[in-house]
């Protein structure tokens, strides 16, 4: 988009620059749309892919924005992307990354800077997982009673395993969901008796995971200090 935008900006006059301006709203309407159905529960380890891969696209659209002096187009995308909105931090970071090289006054970003070091501070403030908590904190989409009542058993603290006896059809939900969650949880089948028992089991990797997590919280929290005098514009600028 910029460069195709930068010839038509400064050489086409205003009928050129309000062309520009349409391309580069229809293009956020379509990949909006898209963010959407990327960002909605369960959000797997594939889906943070393509929302971290969405990020030069996005910049892309901020630049030509830019080139076009849409400055209203560049909050409504910049906002779109906040983490205390619900977007996924990693996916706010790779566009801050990916954005540096333009510097965050052009492309509008000091907003998405500003809301990335309050949740990353946030988020190291709170206290590390206690070596005997085995709760996880994963909010179910759906609201059955089967997702109902393993839901109660992922958020206990004290509970590692669960035995529960369930009809086939019930027993595949529930690997279904695990599964879709990607949580650290093994479902194994114990066929005696009738029906059979689904052994549910909280795995180690929900620590590795935390102590992963959090590192990369205090890694990303450290960049955007690195990178928090990059050229910001000016009162009048946001005018």
């Known amino acids: 988009m910029p460069a195709l935008s930068a010839p038509l900006c400064t050489r086409g006059g205003d009928d050129a620059v309000e062309l520009v301006r349409r391309i580069v709203r ?8 898209r963010l959407d159905a990327w960002i909605k529960p369960p959000l797997s380890s594939h889906s943070l892919k393509t929302i971290e891969a969405a990020s030069r696209p996005l ?7 830019a080139l076009a002096d849409d400055r209203d187009l560049q909050s409504t995308i910049v ?8 977007y ?25 800077h500003d809301d990335c070091t309050r949740t ?15 709760s996880i904190g994963t909010q179910l989409g759906c609201k059955c009673e089967l997702c109902t009542r ?33 949580l650290p949880v093994t479902h194994e ?10 052994v549910l089991t909280k ?21 955007l200090g690195e990178n928090a005098n990059m050229p910001r514009r000016t009162r009048a600028q946001r005018k």
Not at 26 to 33: C, E, F, G, K, S
Not at 207 to 220: G, I, K, L, S, V
Request: proline share 7%; aromatic share 8%; charged share 20%.
């Open 26 to 33: 229809a293009q956020w309407t379509w990949l909006n749309a």
């Open 59 to 65: 910049v892309g659209l901020l630049a030509a924005a």
């Open 79 to 86: 906002a779109r992307l906040a983490p205390e909105r619900g």
């Open 88 to 112: 996924p931090i990693a996916g706010a970071l790779a566009v801050l990354r990916a954005g540096a090289p333009h510097g965050a006054a052009m492309l509008g970003l000091e907003p998405l």
């Open 120 to 134: 990353l501070t946030k988020l190291v403030a709170t206290p590390p997982r206690a070596p005997g908590d085995w």
């Open 150 to 182: 393993l839901g109660r058993f992922l958020r206990a603290a004290n509970e590692q395993q669960f035995e529960w006896p369930l009809a086939k059809d019930r027993r595949a939900h529930v690997h279904g969901m695990i599964t879709s969650y990607e």
């Open 189 to 198: 089948t114990r066929r005696t008796g009738s029906p059979y028992t689904l």
């Open 203 to 223: 795995t180690r990797a929900l620590f590795t995971r935390d102590a992963t997590e959090r590192a990369t919280w205090m890694r990303d929290l450290a960049w």
